[in-house]
């Protein structure tokens, strides 16, 4: 079992940055892939980026390349989501998630298995 906790989320200013934290339980972690996915109001969630298990697999949705970046630390059991150059349409709640490491997938939302209850992101313009 993992249990994810999500957090760095708030309102910010279109052009600002955010940095949102997600912190696993368990002593697995670094064998899990890591995903971000978020959900706006009246949509469905949907995949913002994902690393595989040793780091060396990213991926991401084209309306985030280039603005936003995944990184994990595996000794900190966190991963982490940096957000830079924020728009009004990136405001959502956004969700950290974790699935045993495989290699094909990585933007199912499907595939993982964990979930943490998300943390909002709020972007004025």
């Known amino acids: 079992q993992v249990q994810l906790v999500e957090s760095g989320g708030g309102l910010v200013q279109a052009g600002g940055s955010l940095r949102l934290s997600c912190a696993a339980s368990?002593?697995?972690?670094?064998?899990?892939?890591m995903g971000w996915f978020r959900q706006a109001p009246g949509k469905e969630r949907e995949f913002v980026t994902a690393m595989s298990w040793s780091g060396g697999e990213l991926y991401y949705a084209d309306f985030v390349k280039g603005r936003f970046t995944i990184t994990r630390d595996n000794a900190k059991n966190t991963v982490y989501l940096q957000m830079n150059s924020l728009k009004p349409e990136d405001t959502a709640l956004y969700y950290c998630a974790a699935r045993p490491a495989i290699a094909v997938g990585f933007s199912s939302r499907d595939s993982y298995i964990y979930w943490g209850q998300g943390t909002q992101v709020t972007v004025s313009s």
């Open positions: 368990g002593r697995t972690f670094g064998t899990y892939d």
